[in-house]
């Protein structure tokens, strides 16, 4: 075992990370023999791990333990449990006994290659590709070289489109995160190129890659894997590209068509990405492009409204503008190119609030509420609100936050509501204003549901919590009593009220326990066993231990057929 895997790969570093629950699962699957055909060589451990599916499993050292699982998780870049159990069989030992030859390793299949002719190399080599699919993609991309060495890029091409055509059969077992490998067959093979030197080459067939991977895999990405693929080409192109220096202009403007023409996001915020490579010549190029685009885009007000749809092209030419605004003025004038709707409005409040100009920050979000008087939730409202305050208009700060409560008269809104009322002093004034306005919506939606077959009836429970929240519990009990309210309201009376109030708290614990029994699942077993110990405490505090005692024999012979909630009894004797 080599030293650098001895101390990367331990308990401690599997525990964190892959976290608690991760690490037990990998536990288990590696006790129960999921683990098989474990090899290492040259600080790389490969295997594979079996359960409804069979996954393939990669670890090795790059500062500190690296790791890969083509799982669903792994695909997503999370240490899963195969990966815990690898590791795990990694440290126990556990070398495959299933892999032919016995106890000979992979240093042993080195030394037997290196006594190989090439002739039975390449024979073993082609034998197995004819069993890889993954390795046959991968050795066909690398062969589309002409004799000189220099890639065929018409070879090269072909190669890319035999690896991202789609299999007529993806949607079956596995075949999802198969076609994710070849995909990235694909762009290791690019990265090999880059890296023999080839990088203007490079540059045109990871463009060719893209193009094919946006037109004929985006529709199979089942996990994202497929998308992770088209970011791994976008890496390797700018590496090509940092590599080559291709003529900024030119480049530029196969960026801008790119970004704008794109249905993935693909080559997303070139002018920042890019920006070393393009240089002055290529953002200018950039810019002009963009900015004789936006031109022709029309400007859009309020009466847009609910009529404006997705625009694809002016969101991605917004995008583009804001990267390359040189000051706040200039942002400020890409985002008013379209006012249609609040949120443009808070777009503009947030960059003067960021720039520390709270005035405009104010007058923009005063505006936005007054040519958006009906849509009160964008966030305008609430900034308008804090930025009276801070100016100390604390008055038309009420107005407003009164009229936010009085849309919604909840507990949320109940506590936001004092929160300004303290900073504007007369608490006392807008309280009883406030329960006035619970009561008279409760009347509202009773009267309403009155006139509906289906509306059920509204209860007191906004009151009581309120009145819960500032610790009011016997005007809470008196509301609930008066008109109910919800079950956990109860409860929450019952256990409030229980020390001063024993016999009322027992009649709402009693009159819930076989309702919560007769449900018949655990859940509810575990509350009726909780409102059965609430229940013994206080009949042992009134000296009733003898009426208890028969109430749970009762139980007992009631309810014998649900052995879980048995079980849960048997914890009182």
């Known amino acids: 075992m080599g030293s650098e895997l001895e101390k990367s790969l331990t308990h401690d570093v599997l525990l964190d990370l892959a976290g608690e629950r991760y690490f037990e699962r990998g536990e288990g699957y590696h006790r129960g023999g999921h683990v098989y055909s474990l090899v290492e060589y040259d600080r790389v451990i490969v295997a594979k791990v079996v359960g409804t599916e069979e996954y393939r499993v990669r670890l090795w050292t790059e500062d500190g333990l690296a790791y890969s699982c083509d799982c669903p998780l792994g695909v997503d870049g999370a240490f899963c449990k195969h990966c815990v159990a690898v590791g795990l069989a990694w440290l126990e030992g556990d070398f495959s006994e299933d892999t032919p030859g016995g106890a000979a390793t992979m240093d042993d ?72 490998r070849k995909l990235e067959s694909m762009v290791e093979s690019l990265a090999e190129l880059l890296k023999e030197g080839f990088a203007a080459e490079t540059i045109e067939l990871s463009e060719y890659g893209l193009a094919e991977v946006e037109e004929k895999a985006m529709d199979y990405d089942a996990d994202g894997s497929v998308h992770g693929v088209l970011e791994a080409l976008e890496d390797v192109h700018y590496a090509a590209c940092l590599e080559a220096r291709p003529d900024p202009e030119a480049l530029a403007r196969r960026l801008f068509e790119w970004e704008m023409g794109g249905h993935h996001d693909t080559l997303f915020d070139a002018a920042n990405t890019y920006a070393d490579v393009l240089g002055e010549e290529g953002l200018a190029e950039y810019r002009r492009l963009a900015g004789e685009e936006w031109a022709r885009l029309p400007t859009l007000g309020p009466e847009r409204g609910a009529s404006w749809n997705y625009d694809r092209r002016r969101t991605r030419l917004t995008g583009m503008m804001r990267a390359l605004a040189g000051d706040i003025e200039e942002l400020v004038a890409v985002e008013s190119r379209d006012l249609s709707h609040p949120q443009a409005y808070l777009r503009v409040v947030g960059i003067y609030h960021e720039a520390g100009d709270a005035d405009k920050a104010l007058e923009w979000a005063e505006e936005g509420m007054w040519v958006f008087p009906d849509q009160k939730s964008s966030g305008l409202r609430d900034f308008v609100i804090e930025g009276y305050h801070e100016r100390s208009r604390h008055a038309e700060a009420m107005t407003l936050a009164w009229e936010r409560y009085a849309e919604r008269p909840r507990l949320e809104e109940y506590q936001r509501l004092k929160s300004h009322a303290d900073r504007a002093g007369g608490w006392k004034t807008w309280r009883e204003k406030a329960l006035a306005s619970v009561r008279e919506d409760i009347a509202r939606r009773n009267e309403e549901a009155g006139s509906s077959y289906f509306a059920r009836p509204v209860d007191h429970s906004t009151l009581v919590e309120v009145l819960l929240w500032e610790g009011e519990v016997e005007a809470a009990w008196r509301e609930a009593k008066e008109g109910g309210c919800s079950e956990g309201l109860w409860i929450e009376l019952a256990n409030r009220r229980a020390r001063d109030h024993q016999e009322d708290s027992l009649s709402i614990y009693e009159a819930r326990i076989e309702p919560l029994v007769e449900q018949t699942n655990n859940a509810a077993y575990e509350q009726a066993y909780e409102l059965l110990l609430k229940t013994r405490a206080l009949m042992q505090g009134l000296g009733r231990e003898q009426e208890f005692e028969e109430y749970v024999k009762l139980l007992r012979e009631e309810y014998k057929r649900k052995r879980n909630f048995m079980k849960l009894l048997s914890g009182m004797e």
């Open 109 to 180: 299949v080195r030394v037997y290659l290196d006594g190989r002719e090439k002739d039975e190399l390449v024979g073993i080599v082609m034998e197995q590709a004819m069993e890889d699919e993954r390795l046959r993609e991968r050795l066909l991309l690398r062969s589309a070289r002409t004799g000189g060495g220099t890639p065929d890029a018409a070879a090269f091409r072909q190669a890319i489109d035999r690896v991202v055509e789609p299999p007529g059969d993806y949607w079956g077992h596995g075949s999802p995160w198969n076609y994710a």
